[in-house]
Every structure is written in C-alpha cells, then in structure tokens.
C-alpha cells in the first residue's frame, strides 16, 4: 500500500498542532482543572531528616474555618503497594510506597499529615496549625556511614567480559580516576497537581504525570478497585523531565482525600515540595580503572558505581549500564551498588543513570589520551567498536563515526592547541574538549485505534502523553500520511488512560513505539475499507488488494490505474452504520442480563480490550471529543502491526446458568454483525 496526501505531510514544516491552543492559553493542564464542589489539600511535610511521630495534634486545625478534614497516619485507611512493572516493555520498576502507613519518618519533607478545606487559603492557614512532635534519629547522609545498608538491582547485574585484573596489571598505561556527581532536581516551572474526583467506586484523576497507566494501576492497586475503574487524564502536562516517569504519594493522598470528604479535590504542591517529593537525580562517586598500550588501544576497562536511594525505595539507576558496548576493548568489568540514605526519594532524570555513567567513563578516556599523548578525538576512532563489543554482532545502525567527524568540523577541532591554558580570545581563556554520549535504544510495547468518522474525518488515539516532544504533531501528520487525508481532517489524542495502553513519555522510546502502532491501526483502517469494497461491484477499486492500491484524497485508488478511485470514506459509512448498530443492541441486551441476572462472588463486568489485535467495531457511548455518541468503525493496532479477525464484545460474562445464556446469545450476535460486515457494499 502507497499514501499520498495533498500537501506530502511527514517530512515537511508543519506548525504544531497543539501550539496555537498552547500560547493562547486555552491548553487545560491538570493545575488548570477545576470542578463543581471542589475543595482543596494542602500537605505538612516532615521538619526532621529521620525519626518517628511520636503525637501529630490536629484539633486547631480541625476547628479552623472552612477545614473538612484532617488526615494523618493514625486515620488513615490501608493503602497497597503499586504493581512492579520492570521490564523492557514498561521499564520503570516499583513505584514509591503508599503515604500514612507508619510512624516512621524517613526524610525531611516526607508528607506526615493532610489538610483539606472548601478553600486553598483556609488549606493552607490550618496546615499550619498542625504541630508533630518528633522522636529524632541520626540520619544516613553518607557513602561511607558505617550504618548504611548496600543493595544491588537484579536488574543491574555485575557485567563481566574477559580478564579484567590481569588485563590492568600488564597494560603499557593505567588511568585511575574517582569521579562525583551531585544531586539534580527536575523542578520544571509548571507545579505538579492533582484533582480527583470519586463516582461510587469509579475514580477519575487529572494528574501531571508521563504515564497515565502507570498511575491508574497504582490508584487502583491502593485503593483495591478494579483499573478499569479508574480513568486518568493528562492532556497537557507541562515541563517534567522524567519528575512524571513515577506515581508519586501525593497523588494517592489526593484521591484518598476525595474519598473521605466524598467530594473533588485538588492538590497543588508548593515550590519547596517538588525539591523534595517528585524526584531528583541521585548523588554518585564513580571509580574508572582503564588499561591501554602505548599506542592508545584499550586493553581494559573497569567501571565501579555507587549511589544513592531511598530508605525504602527500590530505583533502579543505570550508571554503568552504557560501558560495556561504550568501545571496543576486550576485557570490561562493571559494578553497581546503591547505598540507603535519609534522602528524599530520587526518580529520573534526563537520560537517568547513562549521562552520569557517560560523564564518568568519557572523563577517564580524556585523561588517557594525554597519558598516551593521542589526541582525545584520534583516540576515541581508533577504539570505536565497528560491532557491539559484548556479542560481535553489527548494529542496526551507528552515525557515532559521522557524528564525530561534522563536530570536529565545526567546531574547529583541527586548530585546536593541547598545551593547557594556551588558548586564548583578547583576555578570556579558551577550552576545547569533545565527549562521546549514548542513551540506550529501545522500543516498548503501544497500542493505538483509528478511526473514520461519519464526515470523512479520520480520529487517532492512544493513551500516551506529551511533555513537549510533539506527539500530538507527529502522530497527526503520520496519520495523515497512512490514511491518505488532508492534515487537517486527521486529529489525534491523547493523555487519557481509558485509551489504549502506551508506554511512558521517557527514555526516548514513545515516539518509535507510538508511531509503529498508529501506523498499524491506520493501515488495518484501509484494509478494513478494502475488504468493504472489494465484492462491490459498483465500486471502481472492485477486486483491488492492499498492495495494489494507494490512498488519497480521502479514497482508495488502484496504483497502476489512476482513474479507478472510490471515495470509500463517505461512501461506506452509512451500510456499516446498521451493522454497528446491530452490534451496539446486541452489546445493551448483554448489559440488562447481567444487571438482571445474578452474578457469581468476584467476577469482574466492563469494558475490555482484546489480547488479538484486529479489526472492532462498537459504540462510543462518550467519544473523548465531548461529541454526541457517534457510531463508527475503527481498527485497534499494535506496534508490530499483528492482527486478527476476531470482533470481540466488550463484556466478559461470569460462568452461571444466566449469564452463560447470555454470552451464548451475544456469540451468536457478534457472529451476525461480522457476516453483516462482510456482506455490506
């Protein structure tokens, strides 16, 4: 299949989709939110580095106007952990632990007790009549504190390749150097909030986050719900830089205070908060070991890495996790350790682990091409690994060779001076220096859907989020492109953890994911219109196949013969139309069964995506546009581009005699309005 657009959209300027509603103001970030009844939380934060509350006293709080509850560790309810989600799919570990489950404080600024009020200004007058008594302990603030517990992540296992030890002891040159790194906060402009609102059981949050799902299963982790009882939105999220990678306390204090006051609240952290409960890029000290020969070819490398974490906080930072396949050398040891402090809870952090890594390694290499007299560029050529280091096999692709070369170019590296303070512009000293950095590649699990609306207009959706990067740009010209329509008639969305799932906004993976996905879904769109018109004798594409044809204009065109073109998107709309709606009165004849009939103890009923990817049809009975209900066909894409056959309802009925008839009944149903589909012209 060929795509042709009116204007060829990927590959050319286009002004971002999302900017006009961004300088006009109009764009609605979760701080924005308000709802009707909304009251507002304020938090108390920890004065003590490490301790225990011995008395929180509360009554002046509680008694202060407009306050509607005060809640501490002593009331609150049980709150469970957050599923462990660590793996290339979704690599971003165990989140932090739920908030008010002890005494226990563990650093400065740990939220030890929550105000709520009709108000912000009442919030915040009452939070500090608040007074916590503390039982104070010495904290761990050091690598070498003799108290301090070590750990090490499976995740981040030792790395060993060749004789390290006896590789260092006969190499011609030995470079031994300790590097630090100190600790970064993320702190974007934007302040994180969070407003949360409960409907019976049904929670709905708006919360600045890069992973909406991950906080949905969170919420529902803590609160015992089913996830598909919790709906997560972020539409705009604002700065970030990797502070939204996690689920934080406050979130889950916020929907905590919706519940017991029954009414929407918001949560706005303070300045002061997001230095201390969002996040940071953990403090390191770094040991390089690298052995070489005379001429500069590395015989050993040995990287040992030690940072810091949470008192109870199980991070995973990848410091060394970019040296081994950093060049070619064939001896290579590395070795991980993070050491348990009274520090707030660290996160990520632009490119979190490697760039502190890189610093590091990339700093040793310097230092080694003065030992060896090389210099820094030359010696970095001749130890470039041609083929990954740790199994010989070529890269998928590797510019590092060009990206050298343009920067020596520009900047003028071949006029460089070596000598030490020796250049120099009127009164100002002049330096030169050249790194190499690398962020491991990867490309997550995502899902999308698309869709033909009645107008022709294409829609395009998955639950991702944009911090900036241009999701809401990209995805619409790629749709544009593979659906064959004008910009303009193509709108994608997203921050809406109802949608398909998508991987985090981090680690420079959405974008490679994301697309894959939204092509497979905008190509299984077309398929889905070819096998609709493909016994349709009046249609000119009658008998075409995907790979014969090209989409334009809004229709299917056979490529070798322009003239035969079908405006299918108008054209096929209105007899799928009672197909769909025969499905849509099968799918409400289920749901009055299972209301009527009984259900057996702890089955689950909702709303359900298919394992198998293929071709759906059903009814949107709220579209995220805020639109009428809509009828519509749409196709639900993986980023691999799998599919199936399968038209799969949307409830799973449970096993008794009742509700068995009932699934029987929707079988047959579902199978009538697939062979509808398929008849329809």
């Known amino acids: 299949m060929r795509t042709t657009t009116t204007v060829g959209v990927v590959g050319t300027p286009l002004d971002r989709v999302d900017g006009r509603l961004k300088v006009m103001g109009a764009a609605t970030y979760p701080i924005d939110v308000t709802l009707p009844g909304l009251a507002y939380a304020v938090l108390v934060g920890s004065t003590v580095t490490s301790g225990r509350i011995l008395h929180i006293a509360v009554d002046a ?275 991980a350790t993070q050491v348990r402090q009274s520090i707030p809870i660290p996160g990520w952090m632009r490119a979190p682990g490697e760039a502190e890594g890189s610093f590091a390694t990339e700093s040793a290499m310097d230092e080694l091409s003065y030992a060896v007299a090389i210099d820094p560029m030359e010696l970095r050529l001749k130890n470039h690994a041609h083929v990954h280091p740790g199994t010989g096999l070529p890269w998928s692709s590797n510019a590092l060779l060009d990206c050298y070369r343009q920067g020596a170019e520009r900047f003028g590296w071949s006029a460089r001076s070596s000598e030490p303070r020796s250049m120099r512009d009127g009164r100002h000293l002049v330096g030169y220096g050249m790194a190499r950095g690398a962020l491991g590649a990867y490309q997550p699990p995502c899902k999308a859907i698309a869709s033909i609306r009645r107008d022709g207009t294409a829609f395009v959706r998955s639950g991702a989020t944009d911090i900036g990067c241009g999701p809401y740009t990209v995805m619409t010209m790629l749709a544009a492109d593979c659906l064959g329509v004008p910009i303009e008639r193509v709108r994608f969305s997203l921050g809406d953890s109802a949608m398909p799932r998508a991987p985090q906004e981090g680690g420079s993976g959405l974008t490679g994911a994301l697309g894959n996905a939204v092509q497979a879904a905008c190509v299984d769109l077309v398929r889905a219109f070819v096998n609709l018109v493909n016994d349709d004798g009046a249609s000119p594409v009658k008998g075409c196949r995907l790979e014969g044809i090209t989409v334009r204009d809004g229709g299917i065109q056979i490529t070798e013969d322009p003239v035969r073109f079908d405006d299918c998107s108008r054209r096929s709309i209105r007899p799928l139309h009672s197909a769909i709606n025969r499905c849509a009165r099968a799918r409400q004849w289920i749901r009055r069964a299972l209301r009527r009939g009984p259900r057996r103890s702890g089955s689950r009923h909702g709303a359900r995506h298919s394992s198998r990817v293929g071709h759906r049809w059903r009814q949107d009975s709220q579209p995220e546009d805020g639109s009428q209900s809509d009828h519509r066909g749409y196709c639900h894409g993986n980023r691999d581009g799998a599919a199936g056959g399968n038209c799969v309802g949307p409830y799973r009925p449970s096993g008794d005699h009742v509700a068995g008839r009932v699934r029987r009944r929707g079988q047959r149903r579902r199978a009538q309005c697939r062979r509808a589909v398929r008849r329809t012209t």
């Not at 462990?84 to 002890?102: A, C, E, K």
């Not at 302990?137 to 060749?162: C, E, I, M, N, Q």
């Not at 590789?167 to 302040?191: E, F, H, K, M, S």
């Open 61 to 335: 709080a509680e008694r202060a106007p407009g306050v509607l509850a005060v809640i501490t560790h002593l009331n609150a309810p049980a709150l469970a952990p957050a599923p462990v989600t660590l793996r290339m799919g979704d690599p971003i570990g165990p989140q932090p632990l739920p908030p008010f489950q002890s005494d226990a404080v563990l650093h400065y600024g740990q939220h030890v007790a929550m105000v709520v009020a009709e108000t912000r200004e009442e919030a915040n007058a009452a939070a500090a009549l608040v007074e916590v008594t503390y039982e104070r302990h010495t904290p761990v603030l050091s690598f070498d504190d003799p108290r301090a517990s070590r750990v090490s992540h499976s995740w981040t296992p030792d790395y060993k390749r060749g004789d390290v030890p006896s590789a260092l002891a006969a190499a011609d040159v030995q470079v031994r150097q300790t590097y630090t790194t100190t600790d970064n906060t993320n702190n974007p402009i934007g302040l994180f909030a969070t407003v949360a609102a409960w409907d019976g059981d049904a929670l709905t949050v708006h919360d600045t986050t890069q992973h909406p799902h991950a906080v949905r299963d969170m919420l529902a982790a803590a609160f015992g719900i089913d996830p598909t009882g919790v709906r997560v939105l972020v539409p705009f999220v604002g700065g970030a830089f990797g502070a939204g990678l996690r689920a934080w306390p406050h979130v889950t204090l916020a929907a905590l205070a919706a519940r017991v006051t029954r009414r929407p609240v918001k949560l706005v952290l303070t300045r002061a908060q997001m230095f201390t409960t969002v996040g940071h890029r953990p403090n390191t000290i770094q040991q390089l070991s690298i052995g070489a020969s005379r001429d500069g070819q590395l015989t050993a490398i040995e990287h040992v890495s030690t940072s810091s974490i949470g008192m109870a906080d199980e991070l995973v930072n990848l410091i060394t996790y970019g040296t081994p396949h950093a060049y070619a050398c064939p001896h290579v040891s590395t070795h």
